[in-house]
């Protein structure tokens, strides 16, 4: 009789996929003790580094564009940004830390010591080493909540300011790939490491560091489904971040993975989830939590379906047809930042009158901009419709007038959707003047160039 000793578990080999990672084969204990190991090591290199080097040569010449840099890891043995987080002591005015070296090279902290220590402790309290220092991370998430006018709607601002001052462990801070997708967004308004292509192209290495580190974290959610939402909601922020850089295919490719991902959650179902249908496969979200939850869920799938019509603008077909769309409207942006007690929005794009009627408990800005978006959408399909099964190209001589649909269509784009707003939108195309400087609703400025589009 043989004796055969089988292995506790199985051997595998897989064969390779085309676009998807394979997990290493690694225990791991072993990863945690290599890690350890390699902690263990940048610490003496740390406290070799501070004994034999002067506060003024070990500093000088760390400048804000360097602490972010991602290729700041020479050694390359582990990579943990140390000079992107070793110049953690916060100077005397947070402004300091954005100017250039040639500049202010005196706003490095001296205190080696003291600032080894600082960046052992962030990194054993949690911190991502990937991410920017806490000060230049907040001073990033200020700037794109200030500045970006499009990704921040989706996130409830006092809420995720709160969650940046919990500890990295617990379960209510920021997603990474949330904050990655920030930096990079954040970084057109606060530029570093700027370089030229040779076509002539500009690209922040900053910026492209962290647009890299999203992607990573899209790309395993993608293999494992792992914090789909989370990680869907950091692939929105990238893909106004692409869209605002002109790079188009990005643009699109992206915006097919953001309405994949939502069907499946159930985003498209009134209060964003559905209580039936649950025998057929696919990755469901839990009821929404609360007030809060629920208008994200609601406000993150229609800056979804917003992003497929822009990005269909060139007359592609959308990825998810407005039949489909069952999902009520959002509600106005004060009513969410203030977590107002105020029922859901009684509008969907199956209520009658939906681009004509505007019940002023349910209208801002951004509402309307949605609507004006979905009517531009309209558009789009009636021109994709009545070109894909023609034998030939429209005729010059063709009165389109006579098609089915086209004259409700074009009454309601060329005047009844614009005559159709409150007396304070109508007549006020988002530029106001103010003594302490002028503002733009770009929102409200779009509304309005829209239909001319």
Known sequence: MFNNRHPTEPSCMYDPVEGLRLAPNTDPTEKIK????????????????GGSSSPHSQFSHVSPAATTSPNSNENGDIILPTVRLLNIIPPDSPETRFRSPTTSPEIVHSGDKSNSKAFMDLLFSGWNPDLPDPATLNHYIDVFFRCDPCGSRILHKPTFLAS?????????????????????AGSRWSPQNVITLADGSRRDQFAEFHASKTR????????????????????????????????????????????RVAIPLRLNYPGTFSTHGNDSPGAYLAPPKDFRDLESRRRTW???????????????LHAIDERDLGTELPLRTEDYESQAPVPG??????SPDVFTRHPPQYTDSFILLIKAIMLFGKVTDFNVRGNLRAPTAPSKNQNPFFLPGFKELDKLVS????????????????????????????DLFMVHIIPHA
């Open 345 to 350: 929005n009684p509008q969907d794009l199956s």
């Open 34 to 49: 290599e890690l350890e190991d390699q902690i263990a090591q940048l610490r003496e290199r740390l406290e070799k580094q």
């Open 164 to 184: 940046m001052l919990l500890s990295p462990r617990d379960p209510g801070f920021p997603h990474s790939a949330i904050l990655h997708a920030i930096c990079a």
């Open 302 to 316: 229609w800056m979804t379906i917003v992003f497929d019509r822009i990005a269909s603008v060139g007359g592609w």
């Open 415 to 442: 005047s009844a959707f614009l005559d159709s707003l409150p007396q304070i939108y109508k007549n006020n195309t988002g530029i106001s003047d103010a003594p302490e400087g002028s503002s733009l609703d770009t």
């Open 216 to 259: 990573h974290y899209i790309d395993k959610t993608m293999a494992s489904g792992e914090d789909i939402f989370s990680v869907m909601q950091a692939c929105i922020l990238l893909s106004w971040y692409f869209y605002q850089e002109g790079r188009w295919v990005e643009v699109w490719i992206f915006a097919g993975f953001q309405t």
